[in-house]
């Protein structure tokens, strides 16, 4: 079992930067690739970013490659989000998932979810 505990949500202009925190609990966190996802109101909940168990590589959908770095610290089983040149469109709730997955991306490959943070980005 893994639980899962997302911070460093808020409220930031467009343009600005936040970086978001996944504790994760247990022995295994070092074991699972992460992932982060985003739901926006009336929208289904989409992938953003994800990473190996071992760190040595990461994924990144479209909409934010380039503007947001995903990284692991398995010591710390903490995961982290750093999403740069905000945008008022990447307004959601972030959620961070654990899980042994063959598809990053595959939101049901994940077996492990936090609840949520607030990002909200005004214009």
């Known amino acids: 079992q893994v639980q899962l505990v997302e911070s460093g949500g808020g409220l930031v202009q467009a343009g600005g930067s936040l970086r978001l925190s996944c504790a994760g609990s247990g022995r295994t966190f070092s074991t699972y690739a992460m992932g982060w996802f985003r739901q926006a109101p009336g929208k289904e909940r989409e992938f953003v970013a994800a990473i190996p168990w071992n760190g040595g590589s990461t994924y990144y959908a479209n909409s934010v490659k380039g503007r947001f770095t995903i990284s692991r610290v398995n010591a710390k089983n903490t995961v982290y989000l750093q999403m740069n040149s905000l945008k008022p469109e990447d307004t959601a709730v972030y959620y961070c998932?654990?899980?042994?997955?063959?598809?990053?991306?595959?939101?049901?490959?994940?077996?492990?979810w936090g609840q949520g943070t607030q990002v909200t980005v005004s214009s």
């Open positions: 998932a654990a899980g042994r997955v063959h598809g990053v991306d595959i939101r049901s490959e994940y077996s492990y």
